[in-house]
Every structure is written in C-alpha cells, then in structure tokens.
C-alpha cells in the first residue's frame, strides 16, 4: 500500500503539509515515543530517504503540488495558525523585555518571544532585506510558532521577501521536522516567496502599515518571478 503511496507526488507532498496537524496535538516531551509510527516514519521507510519526491526529476514540480493539497486543508491550518499569536507592528531587540514576554491585543493575553535573527547565519534561510526577526515560543502541546520580520526602521514587515510567516513546526521544539514542513516546501519553491506566502501569508492581523511600498513591492515580486 506504501509503496503506491510514495510514488504519487501528490500524496508525498500532502503528507509532508498534513504531518504537522496531528503532530501540534502530541506531549511537548518525547514526541516520537509518544507518537512512533507517523506518516513521515513510514514515507522515509518505505523510500530510504526524506520523504519527499527525487529533487533531481525537473518534471516535478512539487511546490504546485504542495499548494494543491494545502488547498484541501486549508481550514484546518488556518485554524492551528488562528492560536497563534500577532506580529507586533514594531520591533527592536531591545524592545524585547526580559522573559520575552509580549502582549497580544488579538489574544488580550501574554505570548513569550525570542529574538531569532542570528540563527539565519547557519541554520535557516535568511528573509532579505530584514534586519531583525522573531519568533513565537510555542506553548506546551503545541508545535506551530508565528515569526514575524522587520526592517532596520523597526517596522514589521507585512509582505515581500523580507516578511516572516507562521511556522507549522517551531525549529525550537523539532528542527528535524521544521527542516521538513517549512524549509524543504522553501526550496521545493526553490526560494520564490510569491509561491510561498500563498499557502503561508505573513500575519499583519494588527493591521500595521504596509511595509515595504508598493513601488518596493512590485520590484520584489518581478525579480522573484524571474529568478
């Protein structure tokens, strides 16, 4: 039955989306003891490698394929990225108070933050031109975090190649599966944001100012649709 499964591109692809759904319901501690034989378990077993199609064949294309089965569960994503808290409108790392502890007027409750800007050096693609970034501690039993992005003026980001956009898995709870379900579907749109945000739009549900403008915007969109 597997083996049918992973020959299908699309099936691939909407698992690699769909994994993180069940998994945001598991213990914080030990989540794959507590959840051993998961969908992506089996995939890379039945495969011998990342669970996700042979990079190599240019015929496929799976970001279209991503797109089409995140279409499917849209409700469902959507309603794990509801949970998540705002982007603040403005940021600095000084701004960041000890704990990380933020307001959200969307929730009218505290989320805790931290500042994730150096980890884009080594370990996660860089959103440009952002000069800072953050991220969303995730709360316990859960896996998604928001991240949000901004420029050296302090403002957030809201669109463009430089916004951040909500994680399905934070890389501070399983960087395995963050590389996975929010790095890999990155590089299987081989780095076109405009694809991207499609199926994961930065937040800007404070309505902060749009940012870059709209001249900026045009020209960011041109050069990564003809890169």
């Known amino acids: 039955m597997w083996s049918l499964l992973v020959t299908n591109v699309t099936v691939v692809c909407c698992l690699a989306l769909f994994w993180p759904v069940r998994a945001a319901s598991i213990s914080t501690q030990d989540e794959r003891q507590a959840y051993p034989l998961t969908f992506l378990d089996t995939l890379e077993s039945s495969i011998g490698g990342s669970g996700f199609p042979d990079e190599t064949n240019e015929t496929e294309d799976c970001c279209a ?3 089409e089965c995140g279409l499917q569960f849209d409700q ?70 928001q991240h949000c992005c901004y420029n050296n003026s302090t403002m957030l980001i809201t669109r463009g190649s430089g916004a951040g956009s909500p994680r399905l898995v934070s890389p501070s709870r399983f960087f395995l599966y963050h590389e996975k379900f929010d790095i890999q579907p990155w590089i299987d749109c081989k780095g076109d944001w405009t694809r991207y945000h499609a199926m994961r739009p930065p937040n800007n549900d404070l309505l902060c100012h749009q940012n870059p403008s709209e001249k900026e915007y045009r020209l960011q969109r041109l050069q990564a649709q003809s890169y």
Do not use: Y
């Open 65 to 67: 394929k991503w797109f």
């Open 76 to 145: 469902t994503i959507k309603a794990i990225f509801d949970e998540l808290p705002a982007c603040p409108c403005f940021f600095h790392p000084q701004m960041l108070p000890f704990g990380g502890r933020i307001e959200d007027p969307k929730h009218k409750r505290h989320f805790r933050w931290r500042d994730v800007t150096q980890l884009f050096s080594n370990k996660l693609p860089r959103q440009e031109p952002a000069e800072w970034c953050i991220e969303q501690k995730p709360e316990p039993g859960k896996l998604a975090a």
